[in-house]
T-cell receptor, first 111, second 115 residues
Framework: QKEVEQNSGPLSVPEGAIASLNCTYS??????FFWYRQYSGKSPELIMF????GDKEDGRFTAQLNKASQYVSLLIRDSQPSDSATYLC???????????FGSGTQLTVLP | EPEVTQTPSHQVTQMGQEVILRCVPI?????FYWYRQILGQKVEFLVS????????KSEIFDDQFSVERPDGSNFTLKIRSTKLEDSAMYFC?????????????FGPGTRLLVL
């Protein structure tokens, strides 16, 4: 059973602060790790993905991957109220590259 | 910008009835997926489809489920005899390839309620 663990939150940060979201996974065979954002009642939308150890930056978002520790994180700099959503960590596995989602971390950015 | 579309947006059905959920993937994409999300729970993989056949399926995807690409644009999920526990949001997704770095784009979902 492939497990993906995320702190469910809720995580609250003030506007302009850095939000840090964490994820651990059980399958060492996972090759890539996707971060999706999901607003209530909506479908997941891609933020970014990472596949190499280290950091990857995309605008206000930075993903960090440590395969030895089976840990991936997402940092959101200069958090905005519009960033308030549930953030889903999703390793990719299997021949069809299906996503295994964590339960998500609910983030609230306070104005 | 190309997007995945799904119809209907909401579906209410009686237990034991058959439902068909429809998806139109992004036009040049080759890999298609169905996921579901029961209210308050995580998004779960159901099935992946490539070259007109199932490539992977989860334990959830039992004999009451089937998928089909009846023409060049639609991708359908059929639930033959719905159960109360099938009530969920069903998401279709598509990707261009099955590469580990390939993004899956999700449709807006169909909310299925089984009474």
């Amino acid at each position: 059973q492939k497990e993906v663990e995320q702190n469910s939150g809720p995580l609250s940060v003030p506007e302009g602060a850095i939000a840090s979201l964490n994820c651990t996974y059980s399958d060492r065979g996972s090759q890539s790790f996707f971060w999706y954002r999901q607003y209530s009642g909506k479908s997941p939308e891609l933020i970014m993905f990472i596949y190499s150890n280290g950091d990857k930056e995309d605008g206000r978002f930075t993903a960090q991957l440590n395969k030895a520790s089976q840990y991936v994180s997402l940092l959101i700099r200069d958090s905005q109220p519009s960033d308030s959503a549930t953030y889903l960590c999703a390793p990719v596995w299997g021949s069809a590259r299906q996503l295994t989602f964590g339960s998500g971390t609910q983030l609230t950015v306070l104005p | 910008e190309p997007e995945v579309t799904q119809t209907p947006s909401h579906q209410v059905t009686q237990m034991g009835q058959e439902v068909i959920l429809r998806c139109v993937p992004i036009s040049n994409h080759l890999y298609f997926y169905w996921y579901r999300q029961i209210l308050g729970q995580k998004v779960e993989f159901l099935v992946s489809f490539y070259n007109n056949e199932i490539s992977e399926k989860s334990e959830i995807f039992d004999d009451q489920f089937s998928v089909e690409r009846p023409d060049g644009s639609n991708f359908t999920l059929k639930i033959r005899s719905t159960k109360l526990e099938d009530s969920a949001m069903y998401f279709c997704a598509s990707s261009l390839t099955s590469g580990a770095q390939e993004t899956q784009y999700f449709g807006p979902g169909t909310r299925l309620l089984v009474l």
